[in-house]
C-alpha cells in the first residue's frame, strides 16, 4: 500500500479503513441490485416477484442503515418509494 502514515496506529487505521471501504462498497453494490431486480418485477407487472423482491430489498435498506451505510430517514424515503410502487402493481 502507499500510505503516508508513519505511526503504526495510523497505518492500521489506514488499512482497516480500506477494509470497511471494500466491504461498504460491496454491501451497496448489492443493495442496489436488490432495488433494481423489484423495479424490474414491478415494470413486468409480475406481483408476486415484486412481493419477494420488495422484502429482499427492504430488508437490505434497513440492514444498511443498522451499519451506518443510510441515515434513518434516507432508509425510509426508499423504503416508502418502494412501498408506493409495489401498491401501484397490485392496485
Known amino acids: 500500500m502507499n500510505e503516508l502514515a508513519n505511526i503504526k496506529s495510523a497505518k492500521k ?4 479503513n480500506e477494509l470497511s ?15 433494481k431486480a423489484f423495479y424490474a418485477k414491478a415494470e413486468e407487472k409480475d406481483v408476486e ?6 422484502v429482499k430489498a427492504t430488508s437490505k435498506i434497513d440492514k444498511a442503515v443498522n451499519k451506518g451505510l443510510y441515515h434513518r430517514n434516507a432508509a425510509n424515503r426508499r423504503k416508502a418509494r418502494l412501498q408506493k410502487r409495489l401498491d401501484e402493481v397490485t392496485a
Open 13 to 16: 487505521r489506514v488499512q482497516v
Open 21 to 35: 471501504r471494500q466491504r461498504n462498497y460491496a454491501f451497496k453494490s448489492d443493495l442496489r441490485t436488490a432495488v
Open 49 to 54: 416477484l415484486a412481493k419477494e423482491y420488495f
